[in-house]
């Protein structure tokens, strides 16, 4: 599979860890967007579309976001996810869309951080204005 455009949208504020946001298009066929480039503790990194998972309400059975205090529907207190008292409580977020294998996130990785540099230095150097897409053809 080829990526074969990347767009980056940078986003302004630079105290926060949200550096940008990126849409990838596979074999000019299939788009992924809400890819997220974010800067950790080691450096910059990619992290994949997620959606909030969901749990029932133990008293009305309506699905409701995992983590929620109350239920939206009912209004009962729900019980407290902590990673004490459930293994599931780290996958609050779920990724809608990610590669299968070590090469292929590497490839991606790579690809997305060249464009995001491409593009911050290309602010940088030339246009204020950060917040239009920015599109990088790439063949490899």
């Known amino acids: 599979m080829e990526i074969t455009e990347v767009r980056v949208s940078l986003k302004d504020n630079n105290s926060k860890k949200l550096k940008a946001y990126v849409t990838v298009t596979f074999d000019n066929s299939f788009v992924v967007r809400n890819i997220k480039v974010i800067e950790g503790n080691s450096g910059v990194f990619v992290a994949m579309p997620t959606r909030k998972a969901k749990q029932f309400c133990p008293r009305c059975g309506k699905r409701i976001d995992m983590g929620s205090k109350y239920c939206s529907y009912c209004g009962s207190q729900l019980p407290l996810v902590t990673k004490d008292n459930d293994k599931n409580a780290q996958q609050i977020h779920q990724d809608i869309a990610h590669p299968i294998n070590q090469e292929f996130r590497d490839y991606l990785q790579k690809t997305v951080l060249e464009a995001y540099q491409k593009e911050k ?16 053809e790439t063949h490899a």
């Open 121 to 136: 230095e290309a602010s940088k150097s030339g246009s204020n204005n950060s917040s239009l897409d920015t599109t990088t």
